[in-house]
């Protein structure tokens, strides 16, 4: 499950489910990723899907921290 609060909608659970795949995937295929949100509602939610069943892809405190291979991993 993806939230911890009330069951999703069956159609939102599966496009949830499959953003999960996709990012899974590109971590398949590049090993290495970061994602760097744009602060809009859409990244909120992709953000959120990573940090919660995806940690392995990194995400970047602020853009210097990337650029210096910082992420937000202790």
């Known amino acids: 499950m993806i939230s911890t609060g009330p069951e999703l909608p069956k159609a939102l659970r599966e496009r949830a489910e499959s953003s999960i ?37 990194d995400i970047p405190r602020r853009i210097g921290a990337a650029l210096a291979g910082g992420t937000t991993k202790p």
């Open 21 to 57: 795949a996709q990012l899974r995937a590109a971590l398949d295929e590049y090993k290495n990723v970061c994602y760097a949100n744009s602060l809009g509602a859409e990244s909120g939610v992709l953000t959120d899907l990573i940090w919660e069943r995806v940690p392995e892809i």
